[in-house]
């Protein structure tokens, strides 16, 4: 049996543990994204998670996917942060043209960047990564096409200049 004063300095000293949905975001934003990822499927699979730590969890696991370049499961993440209500609007099509790329599925980026509409603030980088694509995919009318669609819709001299590279002629071999 612990003394009296034991217990009382146990609970003085010990620091309160988290919710899980916190800890998972305060991982996340640490760095430590294996961490916050399997704390997010403990979020996910409490039947008591409110809906915000849902989505907090979803959007946990999306940008962990993210940072490890997993391309085929950000797109299914997107889809998941969709269903737990989380809008990243055109910011989620450009990630989604960002992981189609990552799978070299040139025409499915070109397709989703089509639903960006012109206005968008991700117009420009939307069909910059699609040329940047279509580049890599060695398909240079293609690369051509999206790359002009892209400076039409840059709105500063740093997205003309991210363009320009993308179109910026390589050294070796073709």
Request: a positive charge.
């Amino acid at each position: 049996m612990l003394a009296p004063w034991l217990t009382a300095l146990i609970f003085a000293v010990a620091k309160p543990t988290p919710p899980p949905h916190e800890a998972m975001v305060a991982a996340y934003e640490r760095g430590e994204t294996g961490r916050a990822v399997r704390l997010a499927a403990r979020v996910a699979e409490d039947a008591a998670s409110s809906p915000e730590a849902l989505r907090a969890a979803a959007l946990v696991r999306l940008f962990g996917a993210v940072r490890r370049n997993d391309h085929a499961t950000v797109i299914a993440e997107l889809q998941q942060a969709a269903s737990h209500g989380a809008d990243l609007g055109d910011y989620a099509t450009v990630l989604a043209i960002n992981a189609r790329m990552g799978l070299r599925d040139c025409a499915s980026a070109d397709a989703k960047a089509q639903s960006i509409a012109d206005d968008s603030p991700f117009a420009a980088a939307g069909w910059s990564r699609v040329a940047a694509c279509w580049l890599r995919a060695k398909d240079v009318p293609q690369a051509d096409t999206a790359a002009a669609k892209a400076r039409s819709l840059a709105r500063n001299d740093g997205q003309i200049a991210e363009i320009e590279v993308t179109r910026a002629p390589r050294p070796g071999p073709r």
